[in-house]
């Protein structure tokens, strides 16, 4: 046969063993098996296959049975194949999925696509393929990628018509995808936005499976593991066409699944926490509780609040917030110590546990906050260094303003958009404003003749119109500069569709150092742009009364905002008189609307943030009350904070 090695008869006599071992192992997993998985099994070597290779051949040349295919795979005649009874390892129950969506953000995109196959006993029974309507325009690189456009999403449904379909398609059966979390967080996002349950089934992730058993696919996509499994793909990125292949994926993973011992999906589902485990078990760890001090839980409330660790002379360690600081204290005496690098030493240093009571999830956020920016914490690694978040600033009175980062907003005729919590975002977001569009970027001031002339290299390059050597056009430089605008004000799909485009360029010339870096461009400009969209909406929001629960369950406390902050905050118990309440909460509004600005400082940013994303989570909840700009009854105000229902 074409591939074998002939040997001597007394060949046969010695590896009987090792034959029948191949064989069996061939035929059980789908009577075709790469030559380096069989060196693997047949020797139990995980070393170099080419070293027992030869030997391999040498084994096997001598069985008329076995043939080596040309793409490097055994197999096994048919007749000695026919004769095993060996159980499928995929005969049960279970539905591939696959979505198309039009972005990564399961919050803030929407699918566009869903597909699915269903398997029971081991047979496909059925796929489902829809087109659903995102109710916003598909982005241009979901276009390009997917070929689903807005014209083909016309008389799509909406989410919410095809959910029950969906729902009964894949019923309660194991869901199985490459990088399936992606999809099933789409689709409890979809489903939670029209007030359904989200899915429960099992999941299996075939994406790190992969990487598990055969390490040389760990960074590689779908299409590409299915060429190396020989598995039939369109490559198209559709739904359904994707899920198909993974399917294929499953199938042609079966020999190196066979190989780890694993014989069923339950089994596969644990495999990755399994090895995980096994990596982790390598040694005894030890535990909080061996370090802490059991009367930091035991004193500890089972309600709101912050917890403050503090070390050596009083010092404040770490700080945190809980809907319930008894548990949240208490899950540090489960954790293994060196859980989490950032965190080492901590557990080890504390002598002592504050915890202060707020009464709600929203007046401990907002104190945590407080409490890192006054103390700054060691351990804390957010919210300490607010007074270094940076702005991008645009000079409108130069006659050819540029785009840069600054530390400060000053009073001058600057643009000023921020403060930005991520001076790495910011950083990146002007680089790629600059590349896209060919506006300065060096610091001439272009007020006297020393500005003009002798030009950089970014004309050479054609990143620059050139305003120092009179060759920009003054129009094409400000429709740029109105371009870049918009996008800091919270167009940014005109934005985003550049740097997709130059993603795909860069990928089309094979230049995939140049791609990655495009491609964590686009990452931290969406970063920012999703910081600048919170922080417009909480300038735009209006003011609102928000109604909390206080720490004595017999008081309520109300929280006046303006712009995005907490202007004043006012405890009351059911038994003081509405006037009183009434009179306060006016006196605060009056002075808000005198003096509370709308520009938001960098001490703000992390306040503002919190509030405002609490806020538009729960929206809809009667205890959050926008104020009316026509005059405000007061004491309507209050009777309505007396009785309106809580968030808990």
């Known amino acids: 046969m074409e591939g074998f090695v002939s040997s001597a008869p007394e060949t046969s006599t010695r590896y009987d063993k090792l034959l029948d071992r191949a064989c069996e192992f061939i035929i059980a997993n789908g009577n075709a098996v790469h030559e380096d998985l069989l060196i693997r099994h047949v020797f139990g070597s995980s070393g170099r296959p080419d070293l027992w290779r030869s030997l391999l051949r040498q084994i096997l040349g001598e069985a008329p049975e076995l043939g080596l295919r040309g793409d490097g795979y055994w197999t096994v005649s048919r007749s000695r194949a026919d004769s095993d009874d060996t159980p499928g390892l995929i005969d049960g129950s279970y539905t591939v999925i696959d979505v198309e969506t039009t972005g990564l953000k399961p919050l803030n995109h929407r699918v566009i696509e869903f597909g699915a196959v269903r398997y029971d ?5 059925g796929t489902l393929s829809l087109l659903i309507q995102p109710e916003r325009k598909v982005p241009q690189y979901v276009r390009k990628l997917t070929g689903i456009d807005d014209q083909l999403l016309t008389d799509a449904p909406l989410f919410g018509d095809v959910a029950q379909e969906i729902l009964e398609f894949i019923e309660d059966t194991m869901l199985i995808g490459y990088n399936v979390g992606f999809d099933v967080s789409f689709l409890n996002a979809e489903l939670d936005r029209i007030g359904h349950q989200t899915l429960l089934n099992q999941t299996i992730d075939l994406l790190p499976v992969a990487g598990a058993l055969m390490p040389a696919t760990r960074s590689r996509g779908l299409t590409t593991l299915a060429k190396e499994l020989n598995v039939a793909s369109t490559g198209a990125h559709r739904a359904l066409d994707d899920a198909l292949t993974t ?177 790495r975002a910011a950083r990146a977001t002007v680089d790629a404003l600059n590349d896209i569009f060919p506006l300065r970027s060096c610091s001439r001031s272009f007020k006297n003749s020393r500005s003009f002339g002798s030009p950089c290299t970014e004309l050479d390059f054609g990143r620059c119109l050139g305003p120092c050597v009179g060759q920009a056009d003054r129009d094409e430089y400000f429709s740029y500069l109105r371009e870049i605008i918009a996008f800091l004000e919270g167009d940014v799909e005109p934005v985003m569709e550049r740097l997709h485009a130059q993603l795909e360029r860069t990928a089309e010339r094979l230049d995939f150092e140049k791609a990655t870096r495009v491609r964590n461009r686009i990452d931290r400009v969406t970063e920012l742009s999703q910081s600048q969209e919170v922080l417009s909406l909480a300038v735009n929001q209006g003011d609102l009364v928000v109604v909390l629960p206080a720490v004595d369950p017999d008081c309520r406390e109300i929280m006046l905002t303006r712009f995005g902050r907490t202007w004043s905050r006012r405890i009351f118990d059911q038994g003081e008189p509405s006037e009183e309440i009434a009179a306060d909460l006016e006196r605060s509004w009056e002075r808000a609307r005198e003096l509370a ?25 009667p205890s959050i009350m926008p104020v009316p700009d026509e005059p405000v009854d007061w004491s309507q105000v209050v009777e309505h904070a007396r009785t309106v229902p809580l968030i808990e």
């Open 597 to 621: 600005s709308m520009t938001i400082l960098q001490r703000e940013l992390d306040s503002v943030q919190i509030l405002t994303r609490w806020v538009r989570k729960n929206w809809d909840h």
């Open 121 to 125: 006993g081991g047979k496909q029974t």
């Open 247 to 423: 399917a294929g994926v499953l199938k042609g993973l079966i020999p190196w699944i066979r190989a780890a011992g694993i014989t069923s999906l339950h089994q596969l589902d644990g495999f990755r926490s399994a090895r995980r485990e096994e990596r982790d078990s390598s040694g005894p760890f030890a535990r909080g509780r061996s370090l802490l001090d059991p009367e930091h839980v035991s004193s500890a409330p089972s309600t709101p609040g912050v917890y403050i660790m503090r070390g050596q002379k009083n010092r404040v360690l770490y700080i945190g917030k809980a809907k319930d600081l008894r548990a949240r204290i208490r899950s540090y005496y489960s954790q293994p110590l060196g859980y989490t690098r950032k965190m080492d030493g901590l557990l080890q240093s504390i002598k002592a546990i504050e915890t202060v009571e707020t009464g709600s999830e929203l007046a401990a956020l907002l104190l945590e906050q407080q409490l890192i920016a006054r103390y700054r914490p060691q351990f804390n690694r957010q919210m300490r260094t607010s007074d270094n978040y940076p702005y991008i600033r645009i000079d409108m009175s130069n006659p050819w303003p540029r785009v840069n980062m600054v530390k400060e907003a000053k009073d001058d005729s600057a643009r000023y958009y921020g403060p930005y919590r991520s001076s």
